[in-house]
């Protein structure tokens, strides 16, 4: 799958990966720590200021989609994507 859209994941419905389908169920309401730096032991503002900007709802800033594995399987590095 090659896209450019932002966020396409939004619309996911029903999606495979490999042999493995999955069901699209919410939007994730990211945490900050998604914006912690290990390696220096720090935190950054960085993705989460910028998303707030647009993708805030309540008090939550989404960035990505919470799935739901439909069957039992194993997904690997470089299975295909498909809807």
């Known amino acids: 799958m090659n896209s450019a859209l932002a966020h396409e994941e939004d619309d ?3 999606i495979k990966i490999g042999d493995v389908t999955f069901q699209n169920v ?5 945490c900050i720590m998604v914006n912690n730096d290990p390696l ?3 935190v950054l503002k960085e993705p989460l200021k910028t ?3 647009y993708r805030k709802v309540d008090n939550s800033v989404l960035f990505g ?3 739901v594995c439909l069957e039992k399987g ?5 299975d295909v994507l498909s809807f």
């Open 12 to 14: 996911f419905g029903i």
């Open 26 to 30: 919410k939007p994730c309401g990211r």
């Open 40 to 42: 220096k032991s720090i």
């Open 51 to 53: 998303l707030s900007k």
């Open 65 to 67: 989609t919470n799935l």
């Open 74 to 78: 194993i997904v690997s590095v470089g």
